[in-house]
């Protein structure tokens, strides 16, 4: 009898973790969608020469570029995801006249890819590889369809040693 509410509280501690993780790729969506300050992100052309505005170059720290100015702006997920976009990448963020953002891969670092097994902490998903966790974005791991314990292959920055950012290459 006491391995029933043993098997109910896993199956709760499991349906909780889903809960969580949903909710902050729903967050996450969100927040690539109307940005962090409720300004629309999505442009109405996908073609930066086409929208005029202000143009911004800039070092991607893992979730953000960094610009010339030390303003932060706001790499949406699913684009830093997909887009398999590594610390120290520099972009070019065009701001348009209508305030949509599009960013542009400009300068890709050299890269070097790793091996290692996903794990969660703190609400924060990272890979374990070399000895050491890289922080990945939570678009990766809903992305590749990855859960905690499974092996991915990374993308890394190949002269960054203090790197905490990686990009998910693949699921294995």
């Given amino acids: 009898m006491s391995e029933l509410p043993e098997k109910q509280v896993k199956r709760l501690h499991a349906l909780i973790q889903e809960a969580e993780t949903n909710l902050a790729a729903a967050k996450e969506l969100l927040i690539s969608i109307i940005g962090d300050d409720g300004t629309v992100l999505t442009p109405r052309s996908s073609n930066p020469d086409d929208m005029g505005g202000k143009v911004v170059e800039g070092i991607f720290d893992g979730q953000k570029m960094a610009g010339p100015d030390g303003k932060e702006y706001p790499v949406p997920a699913n684009y830093a995801s997909k887009s398999k976009l590594v610390e120290g990448d520099i972009l070019k963020l065009t701001i348009a006249d209508d305030g949509s953002f599009i960013y542009k891969q400009i300068g890709p670092i050299e890269r070097k890819q790793i091996i290692g097994t996903l794990v969660q902490h703190d609400g924060a998903y990272y890979v374990e590889a ?43």
């Fill in 130 to 172: 070399n000895g050491r966790e890289y922080r990945i974005l939570l678009a990766s791991v809903t992305y590749f369809r990855v859960a905690v314990g499974d092996q991915v292959t990374i993308i890394v920055p190949a002269d960054n040693e203090e790197a905490e950012w990686a990009a998910v290459e693949a699921a294995l």
